[in-house]
C-alpha cells in the first residue's frame, strides 16, 4: 500500500514561525512496513511514543540523506501534563523530502547506553519521493 501525502510546511507552529504546521495528522507507528509517496519540498511528520522515563530514546537512520533530511523533532508529554511522573511522552519527528529517490527510515527505541541489546519498539517504512 503507499500513502500520499501532500505537506507543505515541517515545523510545528510555534517552533519555525516561518513554516506552516504539516497538513492532516502526522503518522504514527501504523507506518510500520508500508511505503509513503510525497514529491521534492513536501514535508510530513510522525509521532511517536517514548518511554522517556525509563532512560529509552529513539535512534534514528535514515536510508540516504540526499533524498530525505530530518528538520527538527519535538516532545511532549502524551497525557498534557509534564508533572506526571512515569508516563509516557511523544516525541515528533519532522521530515523533508528532497529529491527524486527512495529512502528507509528506521527508528528503535532503547536505552543508549544498552547497544547490545534489541530496541523495545521498532518502525521502519520507506519513503518514495517523485
Keep these: 500500500m503507499v500513502l500520499m501525502i501532500l505537506f507543505f510546511g515541517c515545523s510545528d507552529q510555534g517552533v519555525n514561525s516561518d513554516s506552516p504546521a504539516p497538513l492532516g495528522a502526522p503518522f504514527t507507528s501504523s507506518i510500520n512496513g508500508k511505503y509513503v509517496a510525497c514529491?521534492?519540498?513536501?514535508?510530513?511528520s510522525?509521532?511517536?511514543?517514548?518511554?522517556a522515563d525509563g532512560g529509552y530514546q529513539w535512534?534514528?537512520?535514515?536510508g540516504d540523506t540526499s533524498i530525505l533530511r530530518l528538520d527538527s523533532t519535538r516532545y511532549?508529554?502524551?497525557s498534557g501534563n509534564w508533572s506526571i511522573e512515569g508516563g509516557l511522552t511523544v516525541e515528533t519527528f519532522y521530515f523533508r523530502a528532497l529529491h527524486a529517490g527512495q529512502?528507509?527510515?528506521?527508528?528503535?527505541?532503547?536505552?543508549?547506553?544498552?547497544k547490545d541489546v534489541p530496541p523495545i519498539s521498532t518502525v521502519r517504512f520507506v519513503v518514495m519521493v517523485r
Design 59 to 62: 535512534d534514528l537512520t535514515i
Design 76 to 78: 511532549r508529554p502524551k
Design 103 to 114: 529512502s528507509a527510515i528506521d527508528l528503535g527505541e532503547r536505552q543508549e547506553w544498552m
Design 46 to 51: 510522525l509521532e511517536l511514543d517514548l518511554n
Design 39 to 44: 514529491f521534492p519540498n513536501q514535508c510530513f
